[in-house]
């Protein structure tokens, strides 16, 4: 009598349960799939209980909720996905790598004097830049005057241009963050 007892007081908790969940559901297609788990849980309350009293010592037990997907170790991982991650890390350390060395480039342009800069970068796998290198065109105009009233563009004057070097990699340090960058600037000769 104990077990018929249990799967009435099973069925109807289940019942009193998901008809209010089902009560805040919006009416729409998911409902037809609500009734159904509810049908489901119905099914497993009664058969679970019938297996208690056909003498089975194991209880039928829901635990999808709990089910948890297997950690996957680098080892454990196909060499073909290997290579396929390796693929993606160096196609996005490549686009990093370009659009960093575009970004540069602009910054330096907008040193007074700089014409024309090229710009090549090393990065790390981690997108972290190891290495910078500069090569920057003067411009030859005389209206790019610095304070002291000497041309900036003027290849002879080496003061002008260790000034425009620091200039640059002062810029670019700052709005980057360079701290341990190798920075290598060269003026190139025209």
């Known amino acids: 009598m104990s077990v018929l007892s249990d799967i009435v007081r099973n069925v109807l908790v289940i019942i009193i349960v998901t008809s209010f969940l089902e009560l805040l559901l919006p009416n729409g297609a998911i409902k037809p799939f609500v009734r159904f788990a509810i049908g489901l849980f119905i099914i497993i309350s009664v058969i679970n209980q019938f297996s208690v009293l056909a003498g089975f010592d194991q209880e039928l037990q829901i635990n999808w909720w709990e089910s948890r997907m ?9 060499d073909e996905a290997k290579v396929l991650n390796e693929k993606v ?3 996005a350390t490549q686009d990093l790598q370009n659009k960093l060395e575009g970004q540069i480039s602009a910054m330096a342009l907008l040193v007074p004097g700089v014409n024309a800069v090229k710009t ?3 990065v790390d796998k981690n997108g972290n830049v190891t290495k910078l290198d500069m ?4 411009q030859k105009s005389a209206s790019s005057k610095n304070t002291n009233d000497e041309e900036v ?12 070097i620091n200039k640059t990699k002062q ?7 360079f701290k341990d960058v190798e920075m290598n600037i060269r003026i190139k000769e025209e």
């Open 70 to 78: 297997p950690s996957t170790d680098d080892r454990k991982l196909p």
């Open 89 to 91: 890390v160096k196609t």
């Open 120 to 122: 090549e970068a090393v």
């Open 135 to 138: 090569e920057i065109a003067l």
């Open 153 to 164: 563009g003027d290849s002879s004057n080496a003061d002008n241009q260790e000034e425009l």
């Open 171 to 177: 810029i670019i340090s700052n709005l980057y963050g």
